[in-house]
């Protein structure tokens, strides 16, 4: 079955820093899903990226897929306090209905 | 425009007793989806509903039921409740034919004691 392995776990930033968490899949990605969560709450949507080599930005947030569609990356420049929560990647595997996601990714940005 | 909306946001139960939790999608939206959330890990499916059937589960037991309404709302049911459903339970709602993403509920955080 297909995984989705987050690193780091934890990151803690300097406000201003910038900062990349990685999202690789054990299998080819048919859409890779960004979502961000406050503690305890629901997930919100950041992006969505299909297409090997495809990259989107939103704000100060650019997320990309390699060309083999096996690993994206999340890229946060000059983070401020807002950027802080649990960053999770998702993906719906070939044949299924179904989301899968990573353990996430939590982080802390220092004022 | 009303994204997903859950109820209720806390509940707490004890061993062995039953609980429902109640979901509505997104405005337009036709499928529902349920998820579990232990302390510190993503969310794992447990099952899908579209057309008021369900559509594809994951590895949850039969304690684990659901039922979707004509009006595409859905509630989850939970039997003989461990200590181990304790969870937020998370319910997501999408277009049923397009790769376009799911939308969140802000759950409904369960504690069984």
């Known amino acids: 079955s297909q995984e989705l392995e987050q690193s780091p776990q934890s990151l803690i930033v300097q406000e201003g820093k910038n900062l990349t968490i990685n999202c690789t899949s054990s299998?080819?990605?048919?859409?890779l899903y960004w979502y961000k969560q406050k503690y305890g709450e629901g997930l919100i949507f950041l992006m969505m990226l299909q297409k090997g080599g495809e990259e989107k930005s939103h704000e100060k947030i650019t997320a990309k897929l390699d060309e083999k569609k096996q690993q994206s990356s999340l890229h946060i420049t000059a983070s401020q306090p807002s950027h802080a929560g649990i960053y999770l990647c998702?993906?719906?595997?070939?044949?299924?209905?179904?989301?899968?996601f990573g353990t996430g990714t939590r982080l802390k940005v220092l004022a | 425009d009303a994204g997903v909306t859950q109820s209720p946001t806390h509940l707490i139960k004890t061993r062995g007793q039953q609980v429902t939790l109640r979901c509505s999608p997104k405005s337009g939206h036709d499928t529902v989806s349920w998820y579990q959330q232990a302390l510190g890990q993503g969310p794992q499916f447990i099952f899908q509903y579209y057309e008021e059937e369900e559509r594809q589960r994951g590895n949850f037991p039969d304690r684990f039921s659901g039922h979707q309404f004509p009006n595409y709302s859905s509630e989850l049911n939970v039997n003989a409740l461990l200590l181990g459903d304790s969870a937020l339970y998370l319910c997501a709602s999408s277009e049923g034919q397009s790769n376009q993403p799911q939308h969140f509920g802000d759950g409904t955080r369960l504690s069984i004691l």
């Open positions: 998702g993906a719906r595997p070939s044949g299924t209905y179904k989301y899968i």
């Open positions: 299998k080819t990605l048919y859409g």
